[in-house]
T-cell receptor
């Protein structure tokens, strides 16, 4: 069964703290994504990773960075988190062009 | 750039009612359009896709078509069930479906 996992599922941080969100997939998918979801805004693309150490900015990369050192893992890092980064973050993965993106269950991040 | 507009923020129906939700899109490419569905506590999942204007996508009792002339894309179901309650996203895909542009979502509430 194809699966994308995200850890943690819930996280509360204070403004200025560093945040690490983890995503894993067991399908050996090449391409992975990070999105954020805010009420009334749908999902917005933060970063795309085409494979290990091959990352590209999405539509809203400011304030975020990513790391992909193994094909099955993709991390989203917030250095010095801000209150406006409170959101639900989704990871997705897919294999090849014209393939479906599979989404994880999301991480709800609150920055106080 | 690419954009998707979903005007219906929430739709409330009773079981066995007819569902029709639509969106408009803007792109310079020949689009592939998707409907994603998101249940509470989960990530979005692909419901169906339509790759060619005026063709029909069908899945789980839902049907969708898009009209290139009016740049509109709609989703319909003849008889909704309470289990269809979810958020439905109209999504525009670039060539290869690498970059997805999400609408804001339509919340469907179905009462028994």
């Amino acid at each position: 069964d194809m699966k994308v996992t995200q850890m943690p599922r819930y996280l509360i941080k204070r403004m200025g703290e560093n945040v690490l969100l983890e995503c894993g997939q067991d399908m050996s998918h090449e391409t992975m994504y990070w999105y954020r979801q805010d009420p009334g805004l749908g999902l917005q693309l933060i970063y795309i990773s085409y494979d290990v150490d091959s990352n590209s900015e999405g539509d809203i990369p400011k304030g975020y960075r990513v790391s992909r050192k193994k094909r099955e893992h993709f991390s989203l890092i917030l250095d010095s988190a801000k209150t406006n980064q409170t959101s639900v973050y989704f990871c997705a993965s897919r294999q090849g062009a014209h393939a479906e993106q599979f989404f994880g269950p999301g991480t709800r991040l609150t920055v106080l | 750039g690419d954009s998707v507009t979903q005007m219906q923020g929430q739709v409330t129906l009773s079981e066995d009612d007819f569902l029709f939700i639509n969106c408009t899109y803007s792109t310079t490419w020949y689009p592939t359009l998707f409907w994603y569905v998101q249940y509470p506590g989960e990530g979005p999942q692909l419901l169906l896709k339509v790759t060619t204007a005026n063709n029909k996508g069908i899945s789980r009792g839902f049907e969708a078509t898009y009209d290139k002339g009016t740049t509109s894309f709609h989703l319909q179901k003849a008889s909704v069930q309470e289990s269809d309650s979810a958020v439905y996203y109209c999504v525009l895909g670039d060539s290869g479906y690498n970059k997805l542009t999400f609408g804001k979502g339509t919340v469907l509430l179905v009462s028994p």
